[in-house]
């Protein structure tokens, strides 16, 4: 199973959504980088449930961004402030109108 590292940000962002025990395996597997297996033998479940967990857990994790859209939006505007702070020592008219659009948008 090919790990997706978006899921991490999914996590930082959601974790709190998901149930004690899904979001302590979800943490294992992407955080700590443990295999199937040793999360089964440090929970006392078996490789498939904690398999089963990890999928349940990434749906619930992305539904919730598809609803939501935090990392989406935080990500837009980690870009839009990078092209503001890119272009204030040589237009600070322009990164000033740019931050200013940035704030706009948060405030909404």
Same mark, same amino acid.
């Given at each position: ?8 940000r999914?996590?930082d962002?959601?974790?709190a959504?998901?149930t ?6 979800i943490?294992?597997y /992407?955080?700590?980088d +443990?295999?199937l297996? $040793?999360?089964?033998?440090? =929970? ?5 449930? *904690? %398999?089963?967990?990890?999928?349940q ?6 539904e /919730?961004?598809s609803? +939501?859209?935090?990392? $989406?939006?935080?990500?837009? =505007?980690q870009?839009?402030?990078d092209? *503001? %702070? ?9 990164a000033?109108q740019e931050l ?6 948060i405030?909404?």
């Amino acid at each position: 199973m090919s790990k997706d590292l978006n899921i991490t940000r999914l996590c930082d962002a959601y974790g709190a959504l998901l149930t004690a025990h899904r979001l302590e395996i979800i943490r294992n597997y /992407y955080d700590d980088d +443990l295999s199937l297996a $040793e999360i089964a033998e440090n =929970l006392g479940i078996t490789r498939q449930a *904690a %398999l089963c967990s990890i999928k349940q857990a990434e749906k619930q994790l992305l539904e /919730y961004e598809s609803k +939501l859209k935090i990392v $989406e939006t935080s990500d837009k =505007l980690q870009l839009q402030i990078d092209s *503001a %702070l890119s272009v204030i020592d040589t237009d600070v008219d322009r990164a000033k109108q740019e931050l200013r659009q940035i704030v706009t948008e948060i405030l909404r």
